[in-house]
C-alpha cells in the first residue's frame, strides 16, 4: 500500500492508505484526530470541515493523495487550549445542541473570520450556509460569530 507524507496540526505524519482514501478517514482512523466529524461523505453538510492552508475544506473530499505537502489543521489544533475566539465565543454563547456538526461550524468560521474578520449578517449566512445542523442552532451559531468578530 502506498504512503503518504501529511502535515497535520504542525505535526508530520506517515501514513498507508489506499491512494483514493478521503482524508476523514486517515484523520480519524490512522491519526486518532476524531474532533472531525462523519456527516454525508459527499460534501454536503460541512461535518468533516478542516483547514488547507487556512482555507476551510470538506475532508471527505479531499484523497489523502491530494494532502501531501498541504498545511492541514483540524479542530484539535485550531488552538492550544481550546480557547481560540471561536471556540470562546461558542461557550460564551453556549451554541452546541447536540454538538455533531459543532467541529465542522467552528472550523468553517474560524477560516471565515481570517478573511473577514468584521462581516456584516448576510456575510455571515453566506459564510455559513453549507454547514448543516440538524438541531438548527443557526441562530446561536451567527451570534456567537458575531460575538467573535468584536
Ligand atoms: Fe464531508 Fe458531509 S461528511 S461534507
Same mark, same amino acid.
Given at each position: 500500500? *502506498?504512503?503518504? &507524507? ?10 498507508? @492508505? ?6 476523514l ?7 486518532? +484526530? !476524531? %474532533?472531525t466529524k462523519f456527516g454525508c461523505g459527499i460534501g454536503q453538510c460541512g461535518a468533516c470541515t !478542516?483547514?488547507?492552508?487556512?482555507? @476551510?475544506?470538506r475532508s471527505c473530499l +479531499?484523497? !489523502?493523495?491530494?494532502?501531501? %505537502? ?6 484539535? %489544533?485550531?488552538?492550544?487550549? %481550546?480557547?481560540? *475566539? $471561536? ?13 455533531y456538526c459543532?467541529s465542522g461550524q467552528?472550523?468553517t @468560521? ?9 462581516? &456584516? ?8 450556509h453549507g454547514n448543516i445542523c440538524r438541531?438548527?442552532?443557526? &441562530?446561536?451559531?451567527?451570534? @456567537?460569530?458575531? $460575538?467573535?468578530?468584536?
Amino acid at each position: 500500500m *502506498p504512503t503518504f &507524507n501529511l502535515k497535520i496540526n504542525n505535526e508530520k505524519h506517515t501514513v498507508e @492508505a489506499d491512494a483514493d482514501t478521503p482524508l476523514l478517514w486517515v484523520l480519524r482512523d490512522q491519526i486518532d +484526530l !476524531v %474532533g472531525t466529524k462523519f456527516g454525508c461523505g459527499i460534501g454536503q453538510c460541512g461535518a468533516c470541515t !478542516v483547514h488547507v492552508d487556512g482555507n @476551510a475544506m470538506r475532508s471527505c473530499l +479531499l484523497l !489523502v493523495s491530494q494532502a501531501e %505537502g498541504l498545511n492541514i489543521t483540524t479542530i484539535e %489544533g485550531l488552538s492550544e487550549q %481550546g480557547d481560540h *475566539p $471561536v471556540q470562546q465565543a461558542w461557550k460564551e454563547i453556549d451554541v452546541p445542541q447536540c454538538g455533531y456538526c459543532q467541529s465542522g461550524q467552528i472550523m468553517t @468560521a474560524s477560516a471565515f473570520l481570517s478573511k473577514n474578520p468584521n462581516p &456584516n449578517e448576510s456575510e455571515i449566512r453566506n459564510a455559513m450556509h453549507g454547514n448543516i445542523c440538524r438541531c438548527a442552532s443557526y &441562530n446561536s451559531i451567527e451570534e @456567537a460569530i458575531k $460575538v467573535a468578530s468584536k
